[in-house]
């Protein structure tokens, strides 16, 4: 059964700066998709990735896939506060159309 | 754009109650589902379906039920309302065509139990 795990849960970063965050999966998924939460909202999708290799880019976000590593990141380039927000990554089963979603990571920017 | 809607943004109901959350999206989806959400335990599925008048369990189905009489309508039927099904809701579809795999969110239904 996949399973998802993404680190760190929270990250608290300055202004400017650059971090990544993590996501790995446990078993062959077919695509994985990063999502974005604003408090008190709901989930927005950023990326798409299909394959081995994927990169996406917009504006300070960049998400990657290795499906050997079984390993997304989500890059964040010098930071800003917009950018505050729950940050999360699902994987598809293997079959069918479910996702199974990482418990999120809360980024807070600091100016 | 996908537009996936919900019936009421904040809904207020006592415990005992019967409670109704209705879902519509607009593209012609195939896959819908039901999630809640609530602090530090992530988005977890209580059901879903594949196709009108089909249904599937997902993780957490324990006092809830669904009803997808039509293509572009699911709803999530809370049978007796209980104080532990105090949480945001969430509603989502998919297609299984081209795109197939992502899911598109409504805006989600708060809903408190007391």
């Known amino acids: 059964e996949l399973k998802v795990e993404q680190n760190p849960l929270f990250l608290s970063m300055q202004e400017g700066k650059n971090y990544t965050i993590y996501c790995n999966y446990s078993?062959?998924?077919?695509?994985l998709y990063w999502y974005r939460q604003d408090p008190g909202k709901s989930l927005e999708s950023l990326f798409v990735l299909l394959s081995n290799g994927a990169v996406k880019q917009e504006g300070r976000l960049m998400a990657s896939l290795d499906t050997k590593a079984r390993l997304s990141t989500l890059h964040i380039t010098a930071a800003v506060h917009d950018l505050s927000a729950t940050y999360f990554c699902a994987g598809l089963m293997e079959y069918g159309n479910k996702l199974v979603f990482g418990a999120g990571t809360i980024l807070r920017v600091k100016s | 754009d996908v537009k996936v809607t919900q019936s009421s943004r904040y809904l207020v109901k006592r415990t005992g109650e019967k409670v109704f959350l209705e879902c519509v999206q607009d593209?012609?989806?195939?896959?819908m589902f039901w999630y809640r959400q609530d602090p530090g335990l992530g988005l977890r599925l209580i059901y879903f379906s594949y196709d009108v008048k089909m249904k599937e369990k997902g993780d957490i189905p324990e006092g809830y039920s669904v009803s997808r009489e039509k293509k572009e309508r699911f709803s999530l039927i809370l049978e007796s309302a209980s104080t532990n099904q105090t949480s945001m809701y969430l509603c989502a579809s998919s297609s299984s065509g081209a795109g197939w795999g992502e899911q598109y969110f409504g805006p989600g239904t708060r809903l408190t139990v007391t």
């Open positions: 593209m012609d989806h195939e896959n």
């Open positions: 078993t062959t998924s077919d695509r």
